[in-house]
């Protein structure tokens, strides 16, 4: 039997053209009063002709379209591409699909794609409010997820263990991002975070090993973090970029200390303009717990090149800073002012004797 695609949306009034589709698949229909409306020659197609089902591979229903029941398509069982409201999605088949658009609806039921291993593309419309717990749970196909502007809060669990997901745009409605939301997708590579994002739950990033980028810079407040460990399992070659205005909030938050010295911030300023250590230096001062390693180093570089080391009053004039130990903790402190002469990209980086970062400002002089 031929595969045959059946976009319910589209499907002409006249049930002589409905059939004709239908049997060009190889499928024959009965007679079906014409004066009858779509939705019910639809439901009576489908519900005399079961085999008609296993033909479609593709369903299209839009949210408008009232009298089709959820479970007419509850044997469609080679659907790979499927556009409907949230509420037909309980009854589609899993099995083959590939591709969702959701249309309509206010909410997407927890759990309802869990463990859907052939689905590699979510596309979620504006009406949507809400992502279910454990929603996309499994899907270890999935490479590519849409999160429309409506959505306010994604569930806990929503898309642990999609392994396959590289990168993720948080759209701006949403507000809360659940516990264990990305846990485990160890293919991400970057997350965009929207700008009204309040409340990031326990280990929502954990485990997302290969993620190198996580943009705040569209946030309007540093988000609450549920506890130290959201970003557990976190690359050691990660930046959090985040806006330059609330860096000071975001470097001094509690439960964002333990991600500090992943956190970068982009500045601008003009050449030959003179800055102090504010203007570089988070307060003009840098905390460091004491090991037995030793004094952690400062330097800056231009445009990806060599790195030199601090003090460099030889180039910037008066400008220096000095460690202080005072309960085993060092405090850096930044003095004097700066003028920048050449044009570019410049990293300010103050790293551990491990040469893992502590601090990295970065400032676009134009």
């Known amino acids: 039997m031929a595969s045959m695609q059946t976009n319910l949306n589209q499907l002409s009034s006249d049930i002589t053209a409905i059939k004709q589709a239908i049997i060009n698949g190889g499928v024959e229909l009965?007679?079906?009063?014409?004066?009858?409306?779509?939705a019910d020659k639809i439901e009576e197609i489908i519900s005399e002709n079961e085999n008609v089902k296993s033909c479609i591979t593709e369903i299209?229903?839009?949210?408008d379209i009232e009298g089709i029941k959820p479970s007419?398509?509850?044997?469609?069982?080679?659907?790979?591409?499927?556009?409907l409201p949230?509420?037909?999605?309980?009854?589609?088949?899993?099995?083959?699909?590939?591709?969702?658009?959701?249309?309509?609806?206010?909410?997407?039921?927890?759990?309802?794609?869990?463990?859907?291993?052939?689905l590699k593309k979510v596309t979620i419309g504006n009406t949507i409010t809400s992502i279910g717990a454990n929603a996309f749970s499994g899907c270890t196909a999935l490479e590519s997820v849409i999160i429309g502007s409506g959505v306010t809060n994604i569930g806990n669990g929503a898309f642990t263990g999609c392994t396959s997901l590289i990168n993720i745009t948080i759209g701006s409605g949403v507000?809360?991002?659940?516990?264990?939301?990305?846990?485990?997708?160890?293919?991400?590579?970057?997350?965009?975070?929207?700008?009204?994002?309040?409340?990031?739950g326990e280990g929502a990033f954990s485990d997302c090993s290969n993620c190198l980028f996580y943009d705040f810079s569209s946030c309007a407040q540093v988000p609450e973090l549920a506890s130290e460990h959201v970003f557990d399992g976190i690359n050691d070659n990660t930046e959090i970029l985040v806006p330059d205005e609330l860096f000071e909030d975001y470097f001094y938050n509690d439960n964002w200390r333990v991600v500090a010295h992943y956190i970068i911030t982009r500045g601008t300023a003009e050449a030959n303009t003179v800055l102090d250590s504010k203007d570089i230096w988070v307060s003009g001062q840098i905390t460091y717990v004491c090991t037995d390693l030793g004094v952690p180093r400062g330097y800056y570089k231009i445009n990806d090149g060599e790195e030199i080391e601090i003090p460099f009053s030889q180039i910037f004039g008066n400008f220096s800073y000095y460690w202080e130990l005072e309960n085993g903790i060092y405090y850096a402190t930044f003095k004097g002012n700066a003028v920048?002469?050449?044009?570019?990209?410049?990293?300010?980086?103050?790293?551990?004797?491990?040469?893992?970062?502590?601090?990295?400002?970065?400032l676009e002089v134009i």
């Not at 299209?60 to 949210?63: A, K, R, S």
């Not at 007419?72 to 556009?83: D, Q």
């Open 30 to 38: 009965p007679d079906v009063t014409p004066t009858a409306s779509l």
């Open 60 to 63: 299209e229903i839009q949210p």
């Open 72 to 83: 007419s398509i509850s044997g469609c069982t080679a659907v790979k591409r499927a556009v």
């Open 86 to 118: 949230s509420v037909m999605l309980t009854d589609l088949p899993k099995e083959t699909l590939e591709e969702v658009i959701i249309n309509g609806g206010e909410s997407i039921e927890q759990g309802v794609f869990s463990g859907c291993i052939t």
């Open 175 to 200: 507000t809360d991002i659940g516990a264990n939301a990305f846990e485990g997708c160890n293919s991400l590579e970057s997350v965009e975070i929207g700008q009204n994002v309040q409340n990031i």
């Open 340 to 362: 920048l002469p050449q044009t570019g990209t410049y990293q300010f980086c103050i790293v551990d004797p491990n040469d893992r970062f502590l601090y990295r400002r970065i």
